[in-house]
T-cell receptor
């Protein structure tokens, strides 16, 4: 059974710093991995989706990497801003499976 | 605007009183799904649907029902709600059920409190 872990559960960094969020998963037979952002009282917004054949995806200041063999993904945020404060979730879709398995998220606070 | 719409956004009700949470998407997506989010447990899938009249259980289906009579709608039904179903619920959709690398789109959530 796939398990997804995100450590740390919470992270605070000063504005302007670059930061990395971590996601690990136990079963490397995945179809894709998706990073989401969740704001309080809001739903999930998809940030990046990495297919199993890809190593990374970029969107603006965000870069997500995937290392299937080690069961790890990272989300790199460059030049952090207070508007980046949110909870970041990663989710894995296994081969032959329609559902997403989510981590419990990292709550990120950017300090102005 | 492409979106997934859930109603109601907030609901406080009592044990045993049947309720329905509606979900509608305007993107013509085949795949739709319901999740619940609980502190420390993350999001867990309740039910999903790969197309009209095709539904299947997720990880935590007990106490819930769904139907998919139209492509755009996927209501979640709690026939006899209990306090352990107090949670934040999300509906999601994406195109092409099988072998799709499209991201899922989520609604804004429904916070249910069962007293």
């Amino acid at each position: 059974k796939q398990e997804v872990t995100q450590i740390p559960a919470a992270l605070s960094v000063p504005e302007g710093e670059n930061l990395v969020l971590n996601c690990s998963f136990t079963d490397s037979a995945i179809y894709n991995l998706q990073w989401f952002r969740q704001d309080p009282g809001k739903g999930l917004t998809s940030l990046l989706l990495i297919q199993s054949s890809q190593r990374e995806q970029t969107s603006g200041r965000l870069n997500a990497s995937l290392d299937k063999s080690s069961g790890r993904s990272t989300l790199y945020i460059a030049a952090s801003q207070p508007g980046d404060s949110a909870t970041y979730l990663c989710a894995v879709r296994d081969f032959g499976n329609e559902k997403l398995t989510f981590g419990t998220g990292t709550r990120l606070t950017i300090i102005p | 605007e492409a979106q997934v719409t859930q109603n109601p956004r907030y609901l406080i009700t009592v044990t045993g009183k049947k309720l329905t949470v509606t979900c509608s998407q305007n993107m013509n997506h085949e795949y739709m799904s319901w999740y619940r989010q609980d502190p420390g447990l993350g999001l867990r899938q309740i039910y999903y649907s790969m197309n009209v009249e095709v539904t299947d259980k997720g990880d935590v289906p007990e106490g819930y029902k769904v139907s998919r009579k139209e492509k755009r709608n996927f209501p979640l039904i709690l026939e006899s709600p209990s306090p352990n179903q107090t949670s934040l619920y999300f509906c999601a959709s994406r195109p092409q059920a099988i072998y799709s690398n499209q991201p899922q789109h989520f609604g804004d959530g429904t916070r249910l409190s069962i007293l």
